[in-house]
């Protein structure tokens, strides 16, 4: 049974390039993987029911050494923006809010798309180191003796076949992460989308003076 080098070595040259693919993959996964699951997420619901009690008793200042404790969260970063405009006028705080927003949607959606354009990279190198594995190996059957036609059709074969598989080696789970990694970037900035405005609605209640009683019992 051959070894995993062996196989390596007999898909030639494309292989090299699938495994530059895998590895920029690899590391935008870990990457990917450390700031969406650990740095900046968050449990939203507790999180703004926190904030939402604090702000109804006029504690702001509690309310952003909260969101302090979790510098990274991009939702905590959104909110602290909007607290910090908590006693200024109801443009001032939705600036404020939209800005941070702003600034956190792109850090979280960075390089994810990546991993399906290195996915489809993988898959055509697969292809092409297949296309050039053939045509090696039926152009060798008019130049090479007939003993060793076998050997060299065997070669060229061998060539198209562990390209193509290494690249889908690489490409399948490089799709199925990015479905992954979406879905947790859809959720954190759903969850900015939500709260951001259920945050501006309460500051901009509170400066009015106008806060719902359900909203004062922290209902």
């Given amino acids: 049974m051959e070894t995993i080098a062996e196989s390596f070595s007999l898909g030639g040259f494309w292989m090299y390039i699938i495994l530059i693919v895998s590895i920029i993959a690899l590391g935008i996964i870990i990457e990917r993987c450390v700031f ?3 740095r900046y997420n968050i449990n939203a619901g507790a999180f703004m029911a926190q904030i939402q009690k604090l702000v109804m ?6 309310a952003i050494k909260l969101c302090n404790a979790a510098p990274s969260a991009a939702l905590a970063r959104v909110v602290k923006a909007g607290l910090t405009r908590a006693n200024k ?7 404020a809010v939209e800005e941070a927003t702003l600034e956190v949607i792109p850090l979280i959606q960075k390089r994810t798309n990546s991993l399906t354009t290195l996915a489809n990279v ?4 697969g292809l092409l180191g297949t296309i050039v594995g053939m045509i090696s190996a039926f152009k060798g059957l008019e130049v090479v003796s007939a003993d060793k036609r ?5 070669r060229g074969i061998s060539v198209a076949m ?6 889908l080696i690489v490409a399948i789970p490089a799709l199925l992460v990015h479905i992954v990694l979406s879905g947790v970037t859809k959720k954190i900035i759903d969850d900015i989308d939500q709260y951001s405005v259920k945050l501006e609605n309460l500051l901009i209640a ?3 003076g106008a806060l719902p009683a359900s909203e004062q019992r922290g209902e």
Avoid: V
């Avoid at 076998?150 to 065997?154: A, P």
């Avoid at 562990?162 to 690249?167: P, R």
């Fill in 57 to 62: 008793s006029n504690n702001i200042d509690r």
């Fill in 206 to 208: 509170r400066g009015k």
């Fill in 36 to 38: 969406l699951f650990f």
């Fill in 122 to 125: 993988a898959t055509l190198m």
């Fill in 89 to 95: 006028g109801e443009i001032e705080i939705q600036n």
């Fill in 162 to 167: 562990y390209t193509t598989a290494f690249g």
């Fill in 150 to 154: 076998q050997e060299f059709l065997g």
